[in-house]
Nanobody
């Protein structure tokens, strides 16, 4: 079992950047696939970016070209670098983890359905982008 704690959220103007961090504890971090999700009130939580235990990555269309996910096994941390932020990126951002390989996530449509099958979640960090 793994525990996840996010940080790095805040308020930024459109066009700006933020880097989110998620520190994991309780298990062998390198064995996990990790992801970032986001949620706005009244909508389902959706996937943003994911990184496998093998370093492979997968991005939602909304994140491609602007966001970069990375994993530092030495620090038990996964990052989400967000550039060219837009007001529609405003949301609570959550970190998620699973021991299953990332390739299995793709077959299950992790972006839309990850909320239903990923077992470990953090408490979230708020990102607000103003126009």
């Amino acid at each position: 079992q793994v525990q996840l704690v996010e940080s790095g959220g805040g308020s930024v103007q459109a066009g700006g950047s933020l880097r989110l961090s998620c520190v994991a504890s309780g298990d062998t971090f390198s064995a996990y696939s990790m992801a970032w999700f986001r949620q706005v009130p009244g909508k389902e939580r959706e996937g943003v970016a994911a990184v496998g235990s093998d370093g492979s990555t997968s991005y939602a269309d909304s994140a491609k070209g602007r966001f970069t996910i990375s994993k530092d096994n030495a620090k038990n941390t996964v990052y989400l670098q967000m550039n060219s932020l837009k007001p529609e990126d405003t949301a609570m951002y959550y970190c998620a983890a699973d021991r299953a390989p990332l390739r299995s996530w793709d077959s299950m449509d992790w972006v839309q359905r990850g909320i239903y099958f990923l077992p470990y979640w953090g408490q979230g960090t708020q990102v607000t982008v103003s126009s």
